[in-house]
């Protein structure tokens, strides 16, 4: 585990650019305070740590689901758009039905066929029937060869197999109908299920097939959230557990449980899906989004608690350690200047490899330090080049832990504005 390098840069410029301290005003701060560069430190503390772990998921509307049509015809008619809300069975639109209504009709003329060949075939079984019974009746009295007899009892039973036959031909081309009168109700395509429409593909004229996908349907507004389960995961990670989703899209989070877990791993890669459902009456988030799930499942032991941004991989000794503030000197004022904090400094600061024992979204527990150590939060990157002195600016753990919740798009737009003041500022004193 290390601090991404470029958060790390980002973060400081605007922790320290947006307390008003330019790039000349940081240069001349350190000028006076013999040039050691300046920094946030924030003082540990001791205890129990939440045990989470943040998976990434994916997002889902209840019944989302693909619409797709069964046959291949052109679009006449699209009634239905992107973001209008449907039941089930309402048009969504048409296709040209003018050759499934032909096919129709051709099936409808071959079923009177049938049906007419079935009873000619009743007909011509009743007339050999009753020539049987009046040979029988003459073979009795010995008036009829039994040559005879066996030629119309064959007679019989061969216009029995074509009445059958045909009765078969018949149910075919009643089956031939409904097969015809189905491609005719599929050239109007129909709303599966209540839900919001979305992705739609369809424009009149189009030529569609069963592989064109028209529209995308689901309930916005009951969500379903995806997450994958590593084999080891299972043993800790249970339905119920509390599990908070946050959008880095919207920046905003909501808490809910793990609904289901599926209890079958994938043979090749020995994972799982995990299941959260929530509410979604304002629709922050939209189906096919990634969000981040943090789910609770514990807490750890007693441990010494640090905001993630006081971790640092270290690239010179290749561990995870903290700066260490080992003595907070005086405090330090700049007269006609506005920092938005004192200072301490120039302060002894050296770098201390730690063990994490426990990480959560925010928080890690370590060993390594004892407590009550000030340990830097924001400024590394400045202690790499071999100084082991920095002027010290201490800061709350509201402070940081703002800092570290709010979202890329924020700080920048933060900075932007500033370096926006600044310009305004010095133009007008120009």
């Given at each position: 585990m290390h601090?991404r390098?470029?958060?790390t840069?980002?973060?400081?410029?605007?922790?320290l650019?947006?307390t008003?301290c330019?790039?000349?005003?940081e240069?001349?701060?350190?000028?006076?305070?013999?040039?050691?560069p300046?920094?946030e430190?924030i003082?540990?503390?001791?205890?129990?740590?939440?045990?989470?772990?943040?998976?990434?998921?994916?997002?889902?509307?209840?019944n989302?689901?693909?619409?797709?049509?069964?046959i291949?015809?052109?679009?006449?008619?699209?009634?239905?758009n992107?973001?209008?809300?449907?039941?089930?069975?309402?048009?969504?639109?048409?296709?040209?039905?003018?050759?499934?209504?032909?096919?129709l009709?051709?099936a409808?003329a071959?079923?009177?066929?049938a049906?007419a060949?079935?009873?000619q075939?009743?007909?011509?079984?009743?007339?050999?029937k009753?020539a049987?019974?009046?040979?029988q009746?003459?073979r009795?009295?010995?008036?009829?060869?039994?040559?005879?007899?066996?030629?119309?009892?064959?007679?019989?039973?061969?216009?029995?197999?074509?009445?059958?036959?045909?009765i078969?031909?018949?149910?075919?081309?009643?089956?031939v109908?409904?097969?015809?009168?189905?491609?005719?109700?599929?050239?109007?395509?129909?709303?599966?299920?209540?839900?919001?429409l979305?992705?739609?593909?369809?424009e009149v004229?189009?030529?569609?097939?069963?592989?064109?996908?028209?529209?995308?349907?689901?309930?916005?507004?009951?969500i379903?959230?995806?997450m994958?389960?590593?084999?080891?995961?299972?043993?800790?990670?249970?339905p119920?557990?509390?599990a908070?989703?946050?959008?880095?899209?919207?920046g905003?989070?909501?808490?809910s449980t793990?609904?289901?877990?599926s209890?079958?791993?994938?043979?090749v890669t020995?994972?799982?899906t995990?299941?959260?459902e929530v509410t979604?009456?304002d629709?922050?988030?939209?189906?096919?989004?990634?969000?981040t799930?943090?789910?609770?499942?514990g807490?750890?032991?007693?441990?010494?608690?640090?905001?993630n941004?006081?971790?640092?991989?270290h690239?010179?000794f290749?561990?995870?350690?903290?700066?260490?503030?080992?003595n907070i000197?005086?405090?330090?004022?700049f007269e006609?200047?506005?920092?938005?904090?004192?200072l301490?400094?120039?302060t002894?600061i050296?770098?201390?490899?730690?063990q994490?024992?426990?990480?959560?979204?925010?928080?890690?527990g370590?060993?390594?330090?004892?407590?009550?150590?000030?340990?830097?939060?924001?400024?590394?990157n400045?202690l790499l080049r071999g100084?082991?002195?920095a002027?010290?600016?201490?800061?709350?753990?509201?402070?940081?832990l703002?800092?570290?919740?709010?979202?890329?798009?924020?700080?920048?737009?933060?900075?932007?504005?500033?370096?926006?003041?600044?310009?305004r500022?010095?133009?007008?004193?120009?």
């Amino acid at each position: 585990m290390h601090v991404r390098l470029p958060l790390t840069i980002l973060l400081l410029f605007a922790a320290l650019g947006l307390t008003g301290c330019s790039e000349e005003e940081e240069q001349g701060r350190n000028a006076r305070t013999n040039r050691a560069p300046t920094v946030e430190a924030i003082q540990v503390i001791t205890g129990n740590l939440p045990l989470e772990e943040t998976l990434t998921g994916s997002v889902r509307a209840r019944n989302q689901t693909d619409i797709y049509p069964q046959i291949s015809a052109p679009i006449v008619q699209v009634l239905a758009n992107n973001g209008d809300t449907v039941r089930e069975g309402d048009v969504l639109l048409r296709l040209r039905d003018v050759e499934a209504r032909e096919r129709l009709r051709q099936a409808e003329a071959g079923y009177e066929i049938a049906r007419a060949q079935v009873r000619q075939a009743e007909a011509d079984l009743n007339r050999r029937k009753i020539a049987l019974e009046r040979v029988q009746q003459l073979r009795d009295r010995d008036l009829e060869t039994q040559a005879e007899l066996d030629n119309i009892e064959a007679e019989v039973e061969s216009a029995e197999a074509t009445l059958d036959l045909n009765i078969a031909r018949r149910n075919q081309a009643r089956s031939v109908i409904d097969e015809r009168q189905n491609e005719l109700e599929n050239t109007v395509i129909r709303a599966p299920v209540d839900g919001v429409l979305g992705l739609r593909n369809a424009e009149v004229g189009q030529q569609v097939s069963t592989s064109t996908r028209l529209y995308q349907i689901g309930d916005p507004e009951t969500i379903k959230i995806e997450m994958v389960l590593t084999e080891a995961m299972t043993g800790y990670i249970f339905p119920g557990q509390t599990a908070v989703i946050s959008s880095s899209v919207t920046g905003k989070t909501m808490e809910s449980t793990i609904t289901r877990i599926s209890p079958f791993l994938n043979p090749v890669t020995h994972t799982t899906t995990a299941e959260v459902e929530v509410t979604n009456p304002d629709r922050f988030l939209r189906p096919g989004m990634f969000v981040t799930v943090t789910v609770r499942y514990g807490e750890s032991e007693q441990a010494i608690l640090v905001p993630n941004n006081a971790l640092f991989y270290h690239p010179n000794f290749g561990e995870m350690g903290v700066f260490v503030a080992d003595n907070i000197g005086r405090e330090l004022s700049f007269e006609g200047e506005d920092p938005p904090r004192e200072l301490t400094g120039p302060t002894p600061i050296r770098f201390v490899p730690v063990q994490v024992v426990a990480r959560g979204r925010m928080i890690s527990g370590i060993a390594g330090i004892p407590n009550d150590t000030w340990v830097v939060t924001l400024g590394h990157n400045l202690l790499l080049r071999g100084e082991e002195q920095a002027n010290v600016r201490p800061v709350d753990w509201d402070h940081i832990l703002n800092l570290q919740q709010m979202q890329s798009r924020d700080l920048f737009d933060m900075i932007q504005e500033k370096m926006a003041t600044r310009a305004r500022n010095n133009s007008s004193g120009a």
